[in-house]
């Protein structure tokens, strides 16, 4: 199993601000990486996906990938309270055969009124 | 869309119960099926993966016959947890993909909260 690290946080933003969470990953031959949002006591939403080295811009959300140093990132413009949550970066691995995703940590984002 | 449903959402039962979680992909067919388990404040631990029609590969220190897993169509599978005590409580989160290769997204059903008293 690969592994996926994110700062745990809190990462604390004012409400409008840009949040920029990050994700290294160990896996060299990774092609996709997911984005999920999952709230406290709910089950993780996916927010993006992106496979191509650059930017991908969803609303107020933009993944960034950068496969030459092994970094994923996701900006959330114009943060609202309602993007408080916590922030989970994931990516495929294979082993054997078997397919799964492995999660990071993920980062705590507070976004303050 | 990609509406994957889990039931019951929650459970509250008594020490050695069988407990059964079901999870349905709505609009896609899921080639494959994942369970999750996540404890308060944890990140999220695969228990298991399930193909359809095939017997589920169960990641490592999870036992197979306390977590009994079905995958008998395109659009189920289901979770038994057997005989379930105390510490066998935790959130249960199903997942479905429309692929085996791990590049399409998972989708996640609403989650299970189980307690075992």
């Known amino acids: 199993q690969k592994e996926v690290e994110q700062n745990s946080g809190p990462l604390s933003v004012p409400e409008g601000a840009i949040a920029s969470l990050n994700c290294t990953y160990s896996?060299?031959?990774?092609?996709?990486f997911f984005w999920y949002r999952q709230y406290s006591g709910k089950s993780p939403e996916l927010i993006m996906f992106?496979?191509?080295?650059g930017d991908k811009e969803d609303g107020r959300f933009t993944a960034q990938l950068n496969k030459a140093s092994q970094y994923v990132s996701l900006l959330i413009r114009d943060s609202q309270p309602s993007d408080s949550a916590t922030y989970l970066c994931?990516?495929?691995?294979?082993?054997?055969?078997?397919?799964?995703?492995?999660f990071g940590s993920g980062t705590r984002l507070q976004v303050q009124p | 869309g990609a509406v994957v449903s889990q039931h019951p959402s929650r459970v509250i039962c008594k020490s050695g119960t069988s407990v059964k979680i079901e999870c349905r992909s709505l609009?896609?067919?899921?080639?494959?099926m994942f369970w999750y388990r996540q404890f308060p404040k944890k990140s999220l631990m695969l228990m298991a993966t399930?193909?359809?029609?095939?017997?589920?590969?169960?990641e490592q220190g999870v036992e197979k016959d306390k977590f009994l897993i079905n995958h008998a169509s395109l659009t189920l599978s289901t979770l038994t947890v057997t005989s379930a005590h105390p510490e066998d409580s935790s959130f249960y989160i199903c997942?479905?993909?429309?692929?085996?290769?791990?590049?399409?997204?998972?989708?996640f059903g609403d989650g299970t909260r189980l307690s075992i008293l």
């Open positions: 997942s479905a993909s429309r692929d085996s290769r791990g590049d399409q997204p998972q989708h």
């Open positions: 896996d060299r031959g990774s092609q996709s």
């Open positions: 992106i496979y191509s080295n």
């Open positions: 994931a990516v495929p691995w294979s082993l054997m055969g078997r397919r799964a995703l492995t």
């Open positions: 609009d896609f067919q899921a080639t494959t």
């Open positions: 399930s193909n359809e029609g095939s017997k589920a590969t169960y």
